[in-house]
């Protein structure tokens, strides 16, 4: 018996002191030891602005001093990639005033013209509830789509994006949020614009690309292993857990970014994800840990002495707060 619980301690620090295989050879989502996290701009920082439009763009980039925009990307019908949470518009935009219709109104079914005409401003309030945008431009109003891109309302591609911030050190955490074939179709346009159009402005290594589908991420690993990736839910958990019992050397996952909450839960249990054993694992795969979607000041705080990578936020004014209050310049 004796034999058997000596074999069984040194099988599990013979796991535990391997090295395990490296994710990739060098991550820039990772920050050095003493540096402050990345700050992520989720949705472009919907907090202070209309999420996923210029205005919140250029806001979170140029006033707010992020180091990454988050969005998610949905396909159009003439196959062009525009950053929308939902694959339907309703919840951010005029459409319904527009069209005189209540149904979903889905990017798949419309061409990125016709989204053109809605002001994804309508929907938007500030912090003190207030409609800033909603009565911009009337329905019938014959500019109505020069009054819309002039206030950076319209509707947004990841090319128009990318070309707005190239010469920037913006990097992107991108989502395609379409399955099946549309989402492959978009993770074809996604690769052709981070490695042919965008390629001498280092746009692979700029970039990460996560999904929820699992045929999306399987399509990104057989045909596109050159992108980096963020974990699917399914290799998440299957970190996780192999962290959480010290069998570290048995996780093969190839994603790049560990994007996660701060707890979870499973097996009708709540599991605290702010622990530095994961970060610290992580990282021995040259893993870069990534917390969403963080909008309380303290919980910032408690990350940023973490040790977190990156902080994605609705809210990039209060991350600032948080690392003046922490004394990082």
Known sequence: MGFVLLALVLFWTAINIIPPRKAIADNPFIIREGQKPLVAAHRGGKD??????????DAAVHEYKVDILELDLCLTKDDKLVASHDLWINDLCDVEEVTGKSEK???????????????????????????????????DTPNRREIISENKLAVATIDEIFEAYKETDLKFIVEIKDSGEKGMVAADILNHLVTETYKEYGMERRVVIGTFHTEIEKYLKDNYGHLMRG???????????????GVNLFDTSSFVCLQIPTEAEAFGLTFDLKKTTYIRRAHRRNISVQYWTINDKEEMKRLIKLGADVIMTDNPELFQEALEELGYQ
């Not at 839910?233 to 962290?243: H, I, M, N, Y």
């Open 105 to 139: 109104y889905y990017v798949s079914e419309h061409t990125l013209e016709e989204l053109r005409e809605f002001n994804f401003g309508a929907k938007f309030t500030d912090r003190n509830g207030n409609s800033l945008y909603a009565d911009l431009v009337a329905p």
């Open 48 to 57: 202070l602005n209309p999420e996923n439009t210029f205005k919140a763009f």
């Open 231 to 245: 974990g699917s839910v399914g290799e998440v958990q299957k970190f996780v857990l192999t962290q959480m019992f």
